[in-house]
């Protein structure tokens, strides 16, 4: 039952244990030691060369008689005729038919196989050149010269046909006849190398001034650096330096900006340098590293630094050095433009040149890189190449008209609705005023505080005014920057104080008021302390006495919890009991002395920082009323005891 269940139809009602393939086992290898006798590879190939059968190769069939030997060819132009019905595109069919009937010394019918050959695939130059090395290898001239004129009409643009062609028709001695087939393949424009042929050829018969004219169309059809240069060695090996340099010349006119321009430049100083001209050389290097981007430029600094040190002077070796350093911050900013400090090197070897228009064109380029992100951080290394820009057109060059461009082109470029630089605002307002437009400074710094208003700006602007004398203007901007900064002690103080030097007493009171009625202050105590030393200064000791109380009063409201309060407080009245003595019959100390704090030395429990504990002393100050708090709450702990104790013992 069991093995019909197993069985499977499409086995033919085979289980599938009795179908599995079973592999022999592997047979362990018992001894493993190595055989006496060694076999190699090549042993085993040389036995099995050895043991091969010799080649079956048919009989030699000896021809005794013209019967058989027509029945031999006609029996071999069948199968090839038979072979070409079947493959009638293979070349090589062709090829080998028409080479048997050459065997054959039959030239007509070898001549009519290659003309049935040409008909099926005339584009393949192989048979071309097959066909005439038959009929020049058995010396058919006029067939050659016919067979390679037909090719080079239908296949102008193979090169290897007109070679060939040349190539015979030299080695016949046929020179006029050569020249003609070059002078047919001239006017197909064929590649360089088809030019110096014909040139080559031209100066193997002694030809220089046909070869010259080779060389002009030369030019004028590839109009590319080696070319040029290749007239010119032409012109120099032939002893014509004015025509060689006169070649260099067009060349340069022509060829100055193209890519392969730095091979030509070299090439010039070079030819100048054997003509022991080095001035000469030393300009072109010049005038090269000048129009050559510097991107290209490697071998030629390296050539020119070379020639420095050979033929220069000192100031020429500098120069060359320079134009070497030049080519490597080029290569830095060319990898990475908004590497700022590059840059500036850059502009500084520039600007120790001393040429004006090159380092223009540097700073240009440098403040093009404009930072990425309208942030701070990114801009503040940007903003000092517009600096340096500035200075330089103001003080190196004396430029003023450029120097107003620049700090205006960088005003605009700065985004003052998210971050602004005081420094620029600043710098632009100070270069008019030493312009003596004093009205271009004021619009310049009305600007700023109406677009980005600093600190930095309002007290520039305010110490400008005052060192003109326009109290007017000053008490304008003052109000101006405390509208926009309206808890700014500074500010305040500074504002008292232009009003007591005026001897506007009054009114430096009245912004002392104002001042410590505002709700928010960056420095109260600084405030604080102005105020009374104005009304010292005064000799207002009673409004001085007034404001002590006053504050007093604010800081006793406050809860004082740290310290540092504390120590503020007593230092507050220490100088007001200072202040009481040195009044001499209007002073009065003992009002002071009733307020004054006492010192306690305590000790307090402080966690080191590696997490160790320690015990540190002191002091502290007790003010009487926090002495009075104290003495209420002992009192009010002993009345809590009393009672206690009493409603214990009644119990």
């Known amino acids: 039952m069991s093995s019909s269940k197993d069985a499977d139809p499409t086995l033919g009602y085979l289980t599938r244990k009795d179908t599995e393939v079973k592999l022999p086992r592997p047979t362990r290898v018992k001894n493993k030691t190595p055989a006496p006798i060694q076999i190699t590879a090549e042993q085993i190939l040389r036995e099995a060369r050895e043991r091969q059968e010799a080649e079956i190769r048919p009989p030699k069939q000896k021809i005794t008689d013209a019967t058989e030997l027509g029945e031999y060819r006609l029996r071999k132009r069948k199968e090839f005729e038979d ?106 424009m064929p590649d360089q190398q088809g030019w110096l042929s014909y040139i080559k050829f031209e100066l193997r018969y002694n030809e220089i001034e046909r070869a010259r004219g080779i060389f002009e169309r030369l030019v004028q059809c590839h109009p590319k650096v080696g070319a040029w240069i290749r007239y010119a060695k032409f012109e120099m090996k032939n002893g014509e330096v004015v025509k060689a340099r006169n070649v260099y010349e067009r060349a340069v006119e022509k060829l100055a900006d193209d890519e392969e321009a730095e091979q030509l430049f070299v090439a010039f100083a070079e030819f100048e340098e054997r003509c022991k001209e080095t001035e000469r050389a030393r300009c072109i290097y010049k005038f090269a590293l000048d129009h050559i981007p510097k991107g290209r430029a490697e071998d030629l600094y390296c050539k020119f630094v070379a020639f420095e040190k050979q033929y220069g002077d000192r100031e020429g070796i500098e120069d060359a050095i320079v134009g070497k350093r030049r080519f490597q911050y080029e290569d830095e900013v060319r990898k990475n433009p ?43 290394r940007y903003i000092y190449l517009w600096i340096n820009y500035a200075l330089y057109e103001e003080l190196d060059a004396g430029d003023v008209e450029r120097t107003r461009e620049v700090y205006r082109e960088c005003l605009n470029q700065i985004p003052h609705h998210k971050f602004s630089f005081a420094k620029i605002w600043l710098l632009a307002a100070q270069f008019e005023i030493r312009q003596l437009n004093l009205k271009g400074a004021r619009q ?52 008292a104080e232009l009003e007591r030097s005026l001897s506007e007493t009054e009114r430096a009171r009245a912004i002392f008021e104002l001042a410590i009625a505002q709700p928010a202050l960056d420095m109260p105590e600084l405030l604080w302390k102005a105020y009374i030393d104005f009304e010292t200064a005064e000799g207002e000791f009673e409004r001085a006495r007034v404001l002590y109380e006053r504050l007093l009063d604010r800081t006793k409201h406050l809860k004082i919890i740290s310290s540092r309060l504390k120590e503020e407080r007593a230092m507050l009245l220490e100088k007001w009991l200072n202040m009481e003595a040195s009044s001499g019959e209007l002073g009065d100390v003992s009002l002071v002395q009733s307020k004054l704090p006492k010192k306690l030395k305590k000790r307090r429990q402080v966690t080191t920082e590696d997490g160790s504990t320690r015990i540190e002393e002191f ?22 005891w009393k009672k206690q104790k009493l409603s214990s013992g009644d119990d």
């Open 83 to 188: 072979l070409i019905r079947r493959v009638r595109w293979n070349v090589t069919v062709w090829i080998k038919y028409a080479q048997w009937e050459e065997s054959q010394k039959d030239f007509k019918r070898a001549r009519s196989v290659w003309e049935r050959a040409l008909e099926v695939d005339y584009k393949n130059h192989t048979l071309w050149l097959k066909y005439a090395e038959v009929e020049m290898k058995n010396k058919f001239i006029n067939h050659a010269r016919n067979v390679w004129d037909r090719a080079v009409t239908l296949l102008p643009r193979v090169d290897q046909l007109w070679y060939k062609y040349i190539h015979m028709e030299e080695m016949l001695g046929n020179v006029p006849g050569a020249r003609q087939v070059f002078e047919r393949w001239m006017k197909w």
């Open 338 to 380: 908004l590497n700022y400090d590059s840059w500036f090197d850059y502009i500084r070897l520039e600007e120790s040149v001393g040429n004006k228009e090159r380092t223009r064109e540097v700073y240009e380029r440098a403040i093009a890189n404009v930072p990425p992100a309208e942030e701070k951080r990114y801009w503040q």
């Open 444 to 495: 310049i710094l009305g600007n700023a505080i109406g677009k980005a208003p600093k600190d930095k700006i309002f007290k520039k602007y305010i110490e400008i005014e005052l060192q003109l004398g326009n109290i007017d203007r000053c008490r304008k901007l003052y109000e101006k920057y405390l509208e926009w900064s309206p808890e700014n002690c500074y500010a305040w103080s500074k504002y």
């Open 619 to 640: 002091i502290d100050y007790l003010f009487p009323e926090e002495t009075q708090t104290t003495n209420l709450k002992i009192l009010e702990a002993a009345y809590k």
